[in-house]
T-cell receptor, first 111, second 114 residues
Framework: SQTIHQWPATLVQPVGSPLSLECTVE??????LYWYRQAAGRGLQLLFY??????ISSEVPQNLSASRPQDRQFILSSKKLLLSDSGFYLC??????????FGPGTRLTVL | GNSVTQMEGPVTLSEEAFLTINCTYT??????LFWYVQYPGEGLQLLLK?????DKGSNKGFEATYRKETTSFHLEKGSVQVSDSAVYFC?????????????FGQGTTLQVKP
């Protein structure tokens, strides 16, 4: 069966520090991968999606970036965090079908 | 364009009450429709889905029927429990999409009191 992992689960970072969040999927090949952000009390915002290794599409211009170095690995990064980057970051995957499956999320607090 | 609109929350109910969370959509063609649930501090879980008009998705006592004529996919449950307290998201997958991108509603918070 397929599983999706995200780490870390929780992160507290100072403003201006770098960021790296990782997402990996097991049990499937060539998935579409997605990064979402959920600000406190608000809905889901799609940040990036990828249909293959090295293929990244950005949905919202910002100081975040994404990379997909391996088929089942998706990384969200920032060189300098802003207070507004605080939120709950969710990774998701899908294959062929229309259904997305979500990871457990990473809670990021920028102080 | 494609969009999903959910009823404003929070929805507060007593245990064993009947639940309806409204969801309407705008899309061309025949999108697939979904309900996801997010328990506090967790990721989203697929609750149910429907892929064509008049289909009924069901899971864990929740049901939703794909109504093409009213462009709706309302979520219902006959008797809610405290453990159903969560945020519920309605979503659609456009029939013309080839990227897997879902369009989400803003989410509706459900609070069930004992």
């Amino acid at each position: 069966s397929q599983t999706i992992h995200q780490w870390p689960a929780t992160l507290v970072q100072p403003v201006g520090s770098p960021l790296s969040l990782e997402c990996t999927v097991e049990g499937t090949s060539n998935p579409n991968l997605y990064w979402y952000r959920q600000a406190a009390g608000r809905g889901l915002q799609l940040l990036f999606y990828s249909v293959g290794i090295g293929q990244i599409s950005s949905e919202v211009p910002q100081n975040l970036s994404a990379s997909r170095p391996q088929d089942r690995q998706f990384i969200l990064s920032s060189k300098k965090l802003l207070l507004s980057d605080s939120g709950f970051y969710l990774c998701a995957w899908s294959v062929v079908t229309d259904t997305q499956y979500f990871g457990p999320g990473t809670r990021l607090t920028v102080l | 364009g494609n969009s999903v609109t959910q009823m404003e929350g929070p929805v507060t109910l007593s245990e064993e009450a009947f639940l309806t969370i409204n969801c309407t959509y705008t899309a061309t063609g025949y999108p697939s429709l979904f309900w996801y649930v997010q328990y506090p501090g967790e990721g989203l879980q697929l609750l149910l889905k429907a892929t064509k008009a008049d289909d009924k998705g069901s899971n864990k006592g929740f049901e939703a029927t794909y109504r093409k004529e009213t462009t709706s996919f309302h979520l219902e449950k006959g008797s809610v429990q405290v453990s159903d307290s969560a945020v519920y998201f309605c979503a659609l997958y456009p029939s013309s999409s080839n990227t897997g991108k879902l369009i989400f509603g803003q989410g509706t918070t459900l609070q069930v009191k004992p």
